[in-house]
């Protein structure tokens, strides 16, 4: 389901909001942090692309690097530094309006969830976002040729995919064991800089219909980075017709019967072995 289809389910009865995107980066950068060892306060600049406006384009992404060693390193992990971290251009007209929930849950309907393109976009500004283009791989000073960090860790069938800034020919690229979106014919913009892994958020297509979080593709190429991200294992009702397993304590903390059971048998066993 993509582009067309949503529009083809457009009702009117969505109501289309223009959202301070300044304030939604803020609150899915802090979401990431408490996944992922970021910095607090990126300097990120976002805001609605009217140029977008008619194009099966959610929004794109670009970060400011500086190169340590030989890599090009996204600048949020570099202190006193005074310049914008992330730029981020979203699309202001996608079908039936932007999906933004204040609730926690996913009541989405025919849209796209404008929570999931932030992350997706910031995720590149953190780093996921290789120089691999048609023509060439990596980014020159000089005379010097330097690869990205992101690039840097993309492995082939020998090891190693890239190589004095040549891109190794192999049946297939990953980074930290996920594989990339690298097919034969180079897609700008989208190939070596997402992952193959749909229903997670650095996948090349965003679907619609789902508020995706960091899942364990994005944990594997963020540690490639050098970026420690843990998932939560926390209940997160994703919609209303999600039904969460048993708990095991009613709503007001105490035990439910079956535990009250449980820790009988337990006291009794104690017991039993102490006498």
Known sequence: MRWEELEAHSTGSYEVTRHNLTEAAEIVWNNMRTVCDLPESPSI???YDEALAGKQVLGY?????FLQGDVWVSSIFFENVDNV????????KVPNGWHWSTTGLCDIGWRYD??????HELLHGV???SSISESSVGYSVGDHCYVTMFDSQIEGDQGKAIHNCTLRPSSRYTVGGIPLFAPKIHNRGSSFSHHNRPGEPMHYSIPPQQCLEIGPSEVAMMGALGVECRLQETL???SEDVVPPMSQTSSD???????WMLILWILVLLKTIRN
Do not use: Q, V
């Not at 992404?61 to 690097?65: L, N, V």
């Not at 971290?85 to 202001?92: A, E, G, K, S, V």
């Not at 404008?114 to 992350?119: D, K, M, N, S, Y």
């Open 61 to 65: 992404a670009s970060r400011t690097m």
């Open 85 to 92: 971290d992330i730029t981020i251009r979203i699309n202001p």
């Open 127 to 129: 780093g996921i976002s």
């Open 45 to 47: 600049d976002i805001a």
């Open 114 to 119: 404008l929570r999931t393109a932030i992350l």
């Open 236 to 238: 997160k009702e994703k």
């Open 253 to 259: 903390g105490r035990p439910l019967p079956g535990m």
